[in-house]
């Protein structure tokens, strides 16, 4: 669940009977939709996939002034890296009159060394405007 632009959203997983299917189910939420006033409801199969067995290490930070693309750009130099996020919350903080842009994100590294994460992650802050930090994941936080 999070609020994306002024909007909440809730993503849900869920196991079906056999006998069941989507389509199904989307037939049965949609009275509720439209009970709730909600701007949307789609239901979508997932397929069986195997766990990967990994656990996030870093996590990265994200400070700026809101614009478009900030978690697009972070996201794709991870992508491009192989680099698996676990976790990722994004917010505005401060006060109305000079928001900040907060994201945050768990990562596994794979096969991506901390250095040249990290220096890529120096080349994405300067071309997205913003400042990134990466540091070790306290367990005990989890």
Same mark, same amino acid.
């Given at each position: 669940?999070?609020?994306l632009r002024?909007r909440? =959203? ?5 196991s079906l009977?056999e006998?069941?299917?989507? *389509?199904a189910?989307e037939r049965? /939420? ?8 909600l701007?949307?409801?789609? #239901? %979508? ?5 195997? =766990?990967?067995?990994?656990s996030? %290490?870093?996590? !990265?930070t ?5 614009h478009?693309?900030?978690v697009h750009?972070i996201?794709a +130099?991870?992508a491009e890296?192989?680099v698996? !996020? ?6 505005l +903080?401060?006060?109305? *009159?000079?928001?900040?842009? #907060?994201?945050?994100?768990? #990562?596994?590294?794979g096969?991506?060394?901390?250095e @040249?994460? @990290?220096?890529a992650?120096? +080349?994405?802050a300067e071309r997205?405007?913003?400042?990134v930090?990466?540091?070790? /994941?306290? %367990? =005990?936080?989890?």
């Amino acid at each position: 669940m999070t609020i994306l632009r002024g909007r909440f =959203a809730v993503m849900l997983i869920v196991s079906l009977p056999e006998d069941q299917n989507g *389509g199904a189910l989307e037939r049965r /939420l949609a009275p509720v939709r439209e009970r709730l006033g909600l701007d949307a409801l789609t #239901v %979508s199969e997932v397929g069986e996939l195997e =766990a990967a067995g990994t656990s996030p %290490s870093h996590v !990265i930070t994200v400070y700026g002034a809101d614009h478009p693309g900030i978690v697009h750009t972070i996201t794709a +130099a991870l992508a491009e890296r192989g680099v698996n !996020i676990t976790d990722l919350q994004t917010k505005l +903080a401060g006060g109305a *009159g000079s928001p900040v842009y #907060v994201m945050m994100l768990e #990562v596994e590294l794979g096969d991506c060394s901390l250095e @040249d994460l @990290d220096a890529a992650l120096v +080349a994405v802050a300067e071309r997205a405007a913003v400042e990134v930090s990466i540091g070790e /994941l306290d %367990s =005990a936080a989890l």
